[in-house]
Structures are given as C-alpha cells and as structure tokens.
C-alpha cells in the first residue's frame, strides 16, 4: 500500500488535536475507514486541566492525564500524571486500529521518545505501512528526533490555532488525492 505519514508540529495549544479533528472530519464525509486515538485537552477555568484519550472508531473517552493523581497507580511526569490503566488501552487501541485508510496518533511526545512509555505501541504501528496516511502530532522539541525516526512525507508545523482553518483547507485537496489512489 503506498502510505503518506504527516507530522503535525507546533507548541502546545497551537491546534495540532483541532487539525486533526477536523481533518478526520473531512475525511469520515469522503468514506474514509479512519482510526487511532485523539488527546484532546480539557479545559476548566481557562486552563487545561486534564487530558482525555479518544477512540477514533467508537468515540469511546477515558481520562489520559490530570494534574492531579487520579489513582494511586498514576505515573508523575511533569506537571502531569497519567492513567496508566488508559496507556494500556491506548496501546491496545492503536494495535487494532490497522489496517485502515486514515490513521491518527496524537500525540508522541517526551514519554515515548525519552522513557519509552506512553503510546511505545505508535512506532511499531506506523512502522506496519497498513494504511494509506497517518497524522501523527509530535511535540516541537522532538520533531528532528521523530523525523530521524518516523521519517514522514511531509511536515505541518502550527504557530497558532488561529491558522488551523486555512491549512484544514489547504490540506483537503491533498486528502482527496490520497483517498482515490485507495
């Protein structure tokens, strides 16, 4: 199968889970099967509060991170600690995500890249080839890492979330050459 990996890149809340969102939005309207998981932030009181872990397929959410310890099994990294019963089904969600056409991983970032934790399934599943393209959100500060590692196609750096809009729609004809080579 010919396959496209995009990186997607940009500091935080720069609209890196937005793009793909509404990417994927697009691409469920043209019939494409779409899988993986989305990390959108939650925000209370103007700041992001914890993390959720979203299916793709079946929407299903659970709680990824917080800033506070949520269990006692919780793994403190930063400001933030991380369900790791939600990493162990993370994990297993993006094994059984392939094949698909539209593969999204977000997002790989110090936990895989420095203490192979987190989603450590993402690498092994990009490097299967079974789909047609795959989004996967890097932190900024590893993106010469991931490229190393990942080598992708083609690279979306975001600055602002404001932008996000125009380059979803820059994006789509490229979307729609993907799905007829399907």
Not at 2 to 17: A, E, F, M, P, Y
Not at 21 to 33: F, H, K, P, Q, Y
Not at 66 to 86: I, P
Not at 131 to 155: C, D, K, M, W
Request: charged share 20%; glycine share 8%.
């Amino acid at each position: 199968m010919d396959v496209n990996v995009w990186l997607i890149t940009g500091w935080r809340g720069s609209g890196k889970t937005t793009f793909c969102r509404e990417i994927l939005e697009t691409a469920r309207l043209s019939g494409w099967d779409a899988a993986g998981i989305l990390s959108p932030a939650v925000i209370k009181d103007g700041f992001k509060d914890s993390i959720c872990a979203e299916e793709i397929r079946s929407g299903e959410k659970r709680l990824l991170a917080a800033t506070h310890r949520q269990t006692k099994s919780d793994l403190a990294f930063g400001d933030w600690y991380f369900n790791e019963q939600t990493l162990v089904w993370g994990n297993q969600v993006l094994i059984s995500s392939i094949p698909c056409g539209l593969l999204i991983i977000d997002e790989l970032g110090p936990l895989e890249f420095n203490l192979s934790l987190g989603w450590v399934s993402a690498l092994d599943v990009i490097k299967t080839a079974k789909f047609r393209l795959a989004l996967v959100v890097i932190r900024l500060e590893l993106l010469e890492s991931a490229q190393r590692i990942i080598q992708p196609t083609h690279v979306i750096h975001f600055s602002d979330i404001n932008e996000v809009h125009s380059r979803v729609l820059q994006y789509i004809p490229w979307l729609m050459r993907l799905k007829g080579g399907a």
